[in-house]
């Protein structure tokens, strides 16, 4: 949590370091100090949100990025497990606090062929246990035309994910706050295997 006074003591020799996550708000600490001012916890969400620090998705697939997926055989999607998890800003002025969290609600990814995939977790990392236990991925897609280039054609892949926001308040105020997302996106080749019918005579 930071104090109005870390907020202005910050501007003399430069910002103090952020643990990832936080955030200042020195519009509220400066308006703290006007007369006449009051803590107005939906002002200071509001400024905490608009500097939340959320990380973009890292993209994982299966076959690997770089290798072609092939028409009708499923591909794995997902993104890093580890970064899958609430984010939290404090902001404080003399009157009190606010906390502001960002809850990972879900992935939609676009797969280039005028598809969508929604996940609501991260995916699973493809492994040969997870394949024997699965058989198919909780996150994937699988192409069932080449893109228009043509075999080995790329198209790309793009990950939206959403995040939940709220706010809570030291005097017991709380609420929703507008949606956030971060995406990144790769781009990723399209092939098809072509069967050859033989005769056994």
Known sequence: MFTSAEFLESGKEGPLPLPRGMARCEEAAAGESAP?????PAVLAEQARAVMR??????GTAPPLGKPRFVNLPSWMWIAKEDWGPVAVTASVSAGSVTV????????????????????????????????????????????????GGAGATVDVTAVWEWEVSWSATDGQGGDLEDLATSSS????????????????
């Open 101 to 148: 969290v960002a809850a990972p609600q879900r992935v939609v990814w676009n797969t280039g062929d005028g598809h969508e995939v929604v996940c609501t977790g991260p995916g699973t990392v493809f492994s040969r246990a997870a394949y024997r236990e699965e058989g198919s991925p909780d996150c994937g897609h699988t192409y069932t035309a080449l893109p228009p």
């Open 54 to 59: 959320l990380p973009e998705p890292v993209i």
């Open 36 to 40: 006449g001012s009051r803590f107005d």
């Open 186 to 201: 790769v781009a990723v080749p399209v092939n098809e295997i072509h069967s050859v019918v033989t005769h056994i005579r």
